[in-house]
């Protein structure tokens, strides 16, 4: 529900009207309100100064506010969006530095083995109302593109020699396949 309608639908609740009531008395379809409060449509012009004039609302701290909200909601998108680059980066630095590396050894590969579990299973733990697929993308990009890399870079035979294939695939696995595991667990 858009915040226009939100605060229609409250303050008319609040003042004790009825849709009914409130489109007799603002002199507008009662379909009008059903779909305003319904966010079907946005009051514009004549229709909200009717709708707030009833409510004794200001129409113009309205617009202002619904404005407002609108702009956060695009920097808190810009911010989350920031957040998922930065976190695939680091899930990418840590399974590839394990597995990758030069300087890797079993144990490390190991670590990398049990990385590619443990940190997707704890995201799906996070995550129970997001689909596999979302998850995925959201979170296993980093792994996709991690993959495309090492395939242009180093090719195929080194990138499955050295355990970071695997590690990806498992780890991919486990966020897309993640709701089936944490379904059966409980």
């Not at 701290?61 to 976190?87: C, M, P, Q, V, Y």
């Not at 394990?98 to 733990?125: E, H, Q, W």
């Not at 998850?135 to 035979?157: Q, S, T």
Request: charged share 20%.
């Amino acid at each position: 529900m858009n915040w226009i309608a939100k605060k229609i639908s409250e303050t008319r609740k609040i003042k004790g009207l009825t849709q009914e009531e409130l489109a007799e008395q603002a002199k507008i379809n009662l379909r009008t309100i059903q779909r305003i409060e319904n966010s079907e449509s946005e009051p514009r012009g004549k229709t909200l100064n009717l709708i707030c004039e009833v409510l004794e609302i200001d129409s113009k701290e309205l617009i202002l506010t619904d404005n407002s909200i609108r702009e956060k909601n695009i920097g808190t998108k810009i911010i989350n969006g920031l957040f998922l680059l930065a976190l695939n980066l680091v899930l990418m630095g840590i399974i590839g530095f394990l597995t990758l590396d030069s300087n890797a050894n079993m144990n490390s590969v190991f670590g990398g083995y049990l990385l590619s579990i443990f940190i997707p299973f704890f995201i799906v733990t996070l995550t129970k109302k997001m689909s596999g697929m979302e998850r995925m993308l959201k979170f296993g990009f980093g792994y996709i593109a991690y993959f495309i890399l090492v395939m242009a870079k180093h090719g195929f035979p080194t990138g499955f020699v050295t355990g970071l294939f695997p590690c990806l695939l498992i780890s991919l696995s486990v966020l897309y396949f993640g709701n089936e595991l944490i379904k059966n667990r409980e």
